[in-house]
């Protein structure tokens, strides 16, 4: 069982930077492969960026590509999304997931969620 609790979201103005932190708890959190998901107000959620077990393979979505980073450190038990030159479609419900696989989070099979934090980009 792992479970996921979000942090960092809030409102930013266009073109600034936030970072969102995810912290799991359980010990088999060095297992899994870590992603990030949004849902935009009235769509649907959507894949973001994924990272594997250790570190070494990160996927993201074209529309983040450039701008976000992912990473982890499972010393802390902690995944981590630096977002940069944020627009105001990157508004939306940001959620921490862990997953199989990097492959299997990027299509959207979640083992676990996390409950999400808003992130609002202002033009």
């Known amino acids: 069982q792992v479970q996921l609790v979000e942090s960092g979201g809030g409102l930013v103005q266009a073109g600034g930077s936030l970072r969102l932190s995810c912290a799991a708890s359980?010990?088999?959190?060095?297992?899994?492969?870590m992603g990030w998901f949004r849902q935009p107000p009235g769509k649907e959620r959507e894949f973001v960026a994924a990272?594997?077990?250790?570190?070494?393979?990160?996927y993201y979505a074209d529309s983040v590509k450039g701008r976000f980073t992912i990473s982890r450190d499972n010393a802390k038990n902690t995944v981590h999304l630096q977002m940069n030159s944020l627009k105001p479609e990157d508004t939306a419900v940001y959620y921490c997931?862990?997953?199989?696989?990097?492959?299997?989070?990027?299509?959207?099979?979640?083992?676990?969620w996390g409950q999400g934090t808003q992130v609002t980009v202002s033009s």
């Open positions: 990272i594997s077990w250790g570190g070494g393979v990160t």
């Open positions: 359980g010990r088999t959190f060095s297992s899994y492969a």
């Open positions: 997931a862990a997953g199989l696989s990097t492959t299997t989070l990027n299509g959207a099979r979640v083992n676990y």
